[in-house]
């Protein structure tokens, strides 16, 4: 028996009604089953004269693999079912894209090879690599972390004085508004004749990336808390400090994490500015350092280790807003 729905064809059998199967699950196995009988059977370019390199075939198979499983898993799990059946189109793009690179870059060389290396060459470098690109990781997460916390901690601070208190308002909203739109990259040559070094000049850029968005969502939040709140809590007698930790920092926690996730963005970007100044480790360092070297099979590996890690750091700083935010489910739209 089988029946077409908007998630695509799904199979029951008769024998056992447990078990349903949906066509879409089996788009990324054939996709990279696709690319690997490509690869394999397409010769390569005359013009590439490097010696062939097993890892974008070992990446297909293992890919195979995986998608395979979650495809046999599928067919009894529902909630495994419906996830990889929505993303089924996206990873199959994603496996079409590397073949098309594959393509285009080892069997006919139609795009410059030293700036425009094929897969191949790009694993090889996580492969061999690996070792030096963790510690430049590494070094990159410690100068990220410090600069980071700094920043959130005066800017959520700052934010809370300059929403909380006129006289703190009257005073600092204007610095606010002249020296926070100032792009933190700006101030490179001012940081690195104030600090004794390149990292502690790196910290600040970053430290200071994050300070301003943090600060203006933070005071918006804090100023934006209904009075009827206030006016609640003096009758019952709270404090200063408990009107502010008890109702207005949980009433503005939405702002504030607003304004977290635009610091991360800005403190990404600082980072790897920074790193690209005089650190001497990171990978901001190291894409520098290769694009001097015009290994840009290397710059590629640095960028993906980026957007990986970046990615990850995003996904888990929603985590953690759902957590924090958890009694507010429904209420806040993102």
Same mark, same amino acid.
Request: net charge positive; hydrophobic share 50%; proline share 5%.
């Given at each position: 028996?089988?029946?077409?729905?908007?998630?695509?064809?799904?199979?029951?059998?008769?024998?056992?009604?447990?078990?349903?199967?949906?066509?879409?699950?089996?788009?990324?196995?054939?996709?990279?089953?696709?690319?690997?009988?490509?690869?394999?059977?397409?010769?390569?370019?005359?013009?590439?004269?490097?010696?062939?390199?097993?890892?974008?075939?070992?990446?297909?198979?293992?890919?195979?693999?995986?998608?395979?499983?979650?495809?046999?898993?599928?067919?009894?799990?529902?909630?495994?079912?419906?996830? +990889?059946? +929505?993303?089924?189109?996206?990873?199959?793009?994603?496996?079409?894209?590397?073949?098309?690179?594959?393509?285009?870059?080892?069997?006919?060389?139609?795009?410059?090879?030293?700036?425009?290396?094929?897969?191949?060459?790009?694993?090889?470098?996580?492969?061999?690599?690996?070792?030096?690109?963790?510690?430049?990781?590494?070094?990159?997460?410690?100068?990220?972390?410090?600069?980071?916390?700094?920043?959130?901690?005066?800017?959520?601070?700052?934010?809370?004085?300059?929403?909380?208190?006129?006289?703190?308002? +009257?005073?600092?909203?204007?610095?606010?508004?002249?020296?926070?739109?100032?792009?933190?990259?700006?101030?490179?040559?001012?940081?690195?004749?104030?600090?004794?070094?390149?990292?502690?000049?790196?910290?600040?850029?970053?430290?200071?990336?994050?300070?301003?968005?943090?600060?203006?969502?933070?005071?918006?939040?804090?100023?934006? !808390?209904?009075?009827?709140?206030?006016?609640?809590?003096?009758?019952?007698?709270?404090?200063?400090?408990?009107?502010?930790?008890?109702?207005?920092?949980?009433?503005?926690?939405?702002?504030?994490?607003?304004?977290?996730?635009?610091?991360?963005?800005?403190?990404?970007?600082?980072?790897?500015?920074?790193?690209?100044?005089?650190?001497?480790?990171?990978?901001?360092? +190291?894409?520098?350092?290769?694009?001097?070297?015009?290994?840009?099979?290397?710059?590629?590996?640095?960028?993906?280790?980026?957007?990986?890690?970046?990615?990850?750091?995003?996904?888990?700083?929603?985590?953690?807003?759902?957590?924090?935010?958890?009694?507010?489910?429904? !209420?806040?739209?993102?």
């Amino acid at each position: 028996m089988s029946d077409i729905s908007n998630t695509g064809i799904a199979v029951t059998s008769r024998e056992n009604p447990a078990i349903v199967f949906n066509i879409k699950t089996l788009l990324p196995t054939f996709s990279a089953l696709l690319a690997l009988l490509v690869h394999l059977l397409m010769p390569n370019s005359p013009r590439y004269t490097q010696k062939p390199l097993p890892y974008f075939t070992i990446a297909l198979i293992i890919t195979i693999g995986i998608t395979l499983g979650l495809a046999l898993l599928s067919l009894f799990n529902e909630k495994v079912r419906e996830k +990889y059946a +929505y993303k089924s189109w996206f990873i199959t793009t994603v496996i079409a894209l590397l073949n098309i690179l594959n393509f285009v870059t080892l069997k006919l060389m139609l795009l410059p090879a030293i700036y425009f290396p094929n897969p191949d060459r790009i694993l090889k470098v996580f492969m061999e690599e690996w070792q030096f690109i963790l510690k430049c990781l590494a070094y990159s997460g410690r100068l990220l972390g410090l600069g980071y916390i700094l920043g959130a901690t005066i800017g959520i601070t700052t934010g809370i004085l300059v929403g909380w208190s006129k006289g703190w308002s +009257y005073w600092v909203n204007p610095l606010i508004k002249i020296l926070g739109p100032i792009p933190s990259t700006a101030w490179v040559p001012i940081a690195l004749v104030s600090f004794a070094n390149s990292f502690q000049a790196s910290v600040f850029l970053i430290a200071l990336a994050v300070w301003f968005p943090t600060t203006v969502l933070t005071s918006s939040g804090i100023s934006n !808390v209904k009075n009827a709140y206030f006016e609640v809590s003096s009758t019952l007698g709270a404090s200063t400090l408990q009107k502010i930790f008890k109702i207005a920092l949980p009433d503005a926690m939405p702002s504030i994490f607003i304004g977290i996730f635009n610091g991360t963005c800005s403190s990404f970007i600082t980072l790897m500015t920074a790193e690209m100044l005089g650190v001497k480790f990171g990978i901001g360092w +190291y894409i520098n350092w290769q694009r001097e070297m015009l290994s840009y099979a290397n710059v590629y590996a640095g960028l993906m280790v980026i957007a990986f890690t970046f990615s990850f750091i995003i996904t888990l700083m929603f985590k953690v807003r759902d957590r924090v935010l958890g009694w507010q489910k429904g !209420v806040i739209k993102w």
